[in-house]
């Protein structure tokens, strides 16, 4: 990896070592990469699809805390 | 004591919860729901209006291959990519904003947004609004017409590599190559030739702790590597200039 920045490369990298607990879920037949913040919430860290249009989800969006609920089949 | 409390208990049954009139032009078109929004929080849906352009901030830090600690604000290119695919082929979408204030980033995640947006057929305005530096001045210059506003800054310097490098002749001749890559992309981009670009690369003297320069507003206009100053209107302008050419030529 090169990195091309104008910001001092100590401050970018501080902390690269950390570790990530990232889970897949599936949404709707939308596969998502989260981020567990406690036990019924996720950030959305990626998006998996082969729909362009899913990008242009805003409620897709990395970022976004997804809220998970129970399942009522 | 008993007496009391009835009284309260029938004095607050006799209180009606407050309404909150809502203009019949409102109620006529909204559905239910946002009628209770506005009861409950006080607050209406805005009407969704579909707009004919998209717009695409890229902020912080570009991130490629290796995702960054936390501390940095990123822009993911797996995101980016996939969102310009879907505009370029979206019929509903008629024209691309991109709006800049990005410190740089992976080289590779940064030429490929770049390469995305010179290769899209819909017309497509870029604007660095904060600053555009390093790897953000491909980028910059990718659209179909570029703004800069008049506090912006662009910073231009060299490549430098990082993590472990092995101090042998090839390094430097693979650091070259990428910068290469880079120069070449914004010269037959932008109206900059090959040797000021270069220059203001390699120019020492202008930044306190590197070589390179900082353009600012004005200056990356005048050396040819922006179209224009300018702000957000002047953009948008643009753009439906743009569209409208487009549609024009058929």
């Known amino acids: ?73 | 004591m008993i007496s009391y409390k009835s009284t309260f208990n029938a004095s607050n049954e006799t209180q009606t919860p407050p309404q909150i009139p809502v203009p019949p032009s409102i109620e006529k078109n909204a559905p239910p729901e946002s009628l209770n929004t506005i009861q409950q929080l006080g607050q209406i849906e805005m009407p969704k209006s579909e707009s004919n352009i998209h717009c695409i901030t890229i902020v912080g830090q570009i991130e490629g291959h290796i995702v960054l600690p936390p501390q940095n604000k990123t822009t993911k290119y797996e995101h980016i990519i996939p969102q310009l695919v879907a505009i370029e082929q979206n019929p509903k979408v008629e024209g691309l904003l991109i709006i800049l204030n990005t410190v740089g980033g992976d080289v590779e995640a940064g030429l490929a947004i770049a390469e995305m947006i010179v290769s899209m057929t819909k017309p497509t305005v870029s604007l660095v609004l904060g600053g555009g530096h390093s790897i953000g001045v491909p980028i910059a210059v990718a659209g179909d017409y570029s703004f800069i506003a008049e506090t912006a800054t662009m910073t231009i310097h060299p490549i430098r590599l990082t993590g472990l490098v092995i101090g042998v002749p090839q390094t430097y001749e693979y650091l070259d190559k990428m910068q290469d890559r880079v120069i070449k992309f914004v010269v037959e981009h932008s109206k900059i030739d090959e040797s000021t670009f270069r220059e203001l690369m390699f120019s020492t003297g202008k930044l306190a702790r590197d070589i390179g320069t900082i353009l600012v507003g004005t200056d990356a206009v005048e050396c040819g590597l922006i179209d224009e100053v300018g702000g957000i209107g002047k953009a948008v302008n643009k753009l439906e200039e743009l569209i409208k050419e487009k549609k024009q030529r058929g």
């Open chain 1, 1 to 73: 990896m090169i990195l091309y920045t104008a910001m001092p490369l100590e401050l970018v990298l501080e902390g690269i070592d950390r570790t990530y607990n990232y889970k897949e879920i599936d949404i709707n037949d939308i596969k998502l990469v989260i981020e567990p913040i406690d036990i019924n919430h996720g950030k959305i860290v990626r998006l998996i699809s082969t729909n362009p249009q899913d990008y242009l989800n805003g409620e897709l969006s990395p970022g976004k805390i997804i809220e998970f609920k129970i399942h009522q089949a």
